[in-house]
């Protein structure tokens, strides 16, 4: 049997002597999508950042495809490249246009050829929606435009999966839409995908599973279906009693 | 006004020679004090705790000591330890080292002011640390850096007249040769200062083009 595309085996990571990831272990099978749910301050965004290698983890396993990450060894690099990452605050180089974000790693990390990439990058952006937007600045975009720029600059490193960081927390209520018809249609096509997101419609519509996280410890897991309209924890309850009625 | 006319026409020919060497010694630093503060910049952010120290001990005993006094270090003391440099050399020298912690304090002002979410971005797409100060970092720090930098060059422009303690003709030092064998301070002085002048106007326009040209990109 082929290794997880992503596993994580009780993982531990401390700030100072707050322990915000206390011994998780989850993985996420090629081709699925899972939702990482769960209170602010619960290790989310954590968990993907030391599947990337932008965290050291103090203990435990990160393997991506059988590889350890390990942000001392050489393979960090090959490990990057491949777990592509879109972030909550898009992070968009600001000096460069919409085609340069997204043909900057393919150029510049991969050493793929100008011609090629930039190809590959129109067709990225295009189908995104935004090929009308191919030499706009970042600036010059909307939160919703720039986030998908963000993501075909991730799909531009070619990767076996994309980690999200919470991709429509920062964007205006009616902008959101359009990130996360662009999200539905990657999941639809097999992409490898694991969001932390607060996006419960989302969670329920393309998630193959949800695990949810609370204070550094994964409470329950299970079918999106299934956690998000029957959630057996507690914790889990009260935390979508939360956020589905938030008043 | 006629006389100052007449006196300018004669006195000018001197003051040019010196203005040469003005230039010479504003040039040279700057190039110096620019690579070398960027060295200490880099070393200081480069997350190696030994090169941040080397740095940060360099850049603070550099901007200890007034440039004076390195100049005449440079000049008097070290043809003691085998070093015989040129006045020129030695100005050239003295300013850009002196003048480099300054370049670096302001490089490093720059380097960190750029939002960390554009580092992460940079590693998440597989970049090493050299790439992305060169493709990432450096081309943001540069609109925040350029302002202050425009502001070190002019005052390397005038501290150049520094170089006269330590006997290179430059501007200044040829003003005062004339100013005190001919007595015509003012005509002299005015026509010193007028020079200095013609110099930093285009400096600062020049900045202010560089400004406009690395801020692409960034106003809507």
Redesign the interface.
């Known amino acids: 049997m082929s290794p997880a595309m992503i596993e994580l085996g009780s993982v531990t990571k401390s700030f100072g002597t707050h322990q915000v990831l206390k011994g998780i272990t989850a993985s996420v099978e090629r081709g699925e999508v899972v939702c990482l749910i769960g209170p602010s301050g619960s290790g989310k965004s954590t968990i993907l950042r030391c599947i990337?290698?932008?965290e050291a983890y103090d203990g435990g396993l990160v393997h991506i495809d059988g590889v350890k990450v390990d942000r001392d060894a050489s393979s960090i690099?090959?490990i990057?490249?491949s777990?592509?990452?879109v972030?909550q605050?898009f992070?968009?180089?600001?000096?460069?246009?919409a085609l340069e974000n997204v043909v900057?790693?393919p150029i510049?990390?991969?050493k793929e050829p100008a011609a090629e990439a930039t190809a590959r990058g129109r067709d990225l952006l295009a189908r995104v929606g935004l090929a009308a937007k191919i030499d706009a600045?970042?600036?010059?975009l909307s939160g919703g435009q720039m986030q998908r720029v963000a993501i075909a600059?991730a799909l531009a490193?070619q990767p076996k999966a994309i980690l999200f960081d919470e991709p429509t927390s920062a964007l205006d209520p009616e902008l959101v839409g359009e990130v996360l018809e662009v999200m539905k249609s990657l999941a639809e096509e097999g992409m490898t995908m694991l969001v932390v997101t607060h996006e419960m419609g989302f969670a329920r519509e393309v998630a193959d599973r949800v695990l949810f996280l609370d204070q550094g410890v994964i409470v329950e897991e299970g079918s999106a279906r299934e956690l998000l309209s029957a959630p057996r924890n507690p914790r889990t309850q009260d935390f979508l009693r939360r956020v589905l009625r938030p008043i | 006004m006629q006389n100052f006319m007449r006196d300018a026409a004669q006195f000018m020919p001197l003051l040019l020679q010196g203005l040469k060497f003005t230039i010479l010694v504003t040039a040279g630093s700057l190039l110096l004090s620019s690579l070398l503060g960027l060295v200490w910049a880099l070393m200081r952010v480069s997350g190696i705790a030994w090169l941040a120290m080397i740095a940060k001990l360099v850049v603070n005993t550099l901007r200890g000591i007034p440039i004076l006094v390195q100049l005449f270090y440079l000049y008097f003391v070290m043809p003691e330890f085998g070093l015989r440099l040129t006045a020129l050399e030695a100005a050239i020298l003295g300013l850009g080292i002196a003048y480099s912690a300054y370049q670096s304090e302001n490089f490093r002002a720059g380097i960190e002011a750029v939002?960390h979410?554009?580092i992460?971005?940079a590693?998440?797409?597989?970049?090493?640390w050299g790439?992305m100060m060169r493709?990432?970092v450096l081309?943001?720090a540069i609109k925040i850096i350029l302002p202050p930098y425009g502001n070190i060059m002019i005052m390397m422009l005038k501290d150049s007249s520094q170089a006269s303690t330590i006997t290179v003709a430059e501007l200044t030092l040829q003003g005062s040769l004339i100013a005190s064998s001919t007595f015509k301070n003012m005509t002299v002085y005015t026509l010193v200062a007028l020079l200095y002048l013609s110099m930093s106007l285009p400096l600062i326009a020049f900045v202010g083009w560089l400004e406009r040209r690395f801020g692409?990109?960034?106003?809507?």
Do not use: C, W
């Not at chain 2, 590693?123 to 090493?128: A, C, T």
């Not at chain 2, 692409?216 to 809507?220: F, I, L, P, Q, S």
């Open positions: 990337n290698g932008l690099v090959g990057r490249t777990m592509a990452m972030f605050r992070n968009l180089f600001p000096h460069r246009t900057e790693g510049y990390v991969k600045y970042p600036a010059q600059r490193m | 939002d979410g554009q992460e971005a590693q998440s797409i597989g970049m090493g790439l493709r990432v081309p943001q692409k990109g960034t106003k809507r």
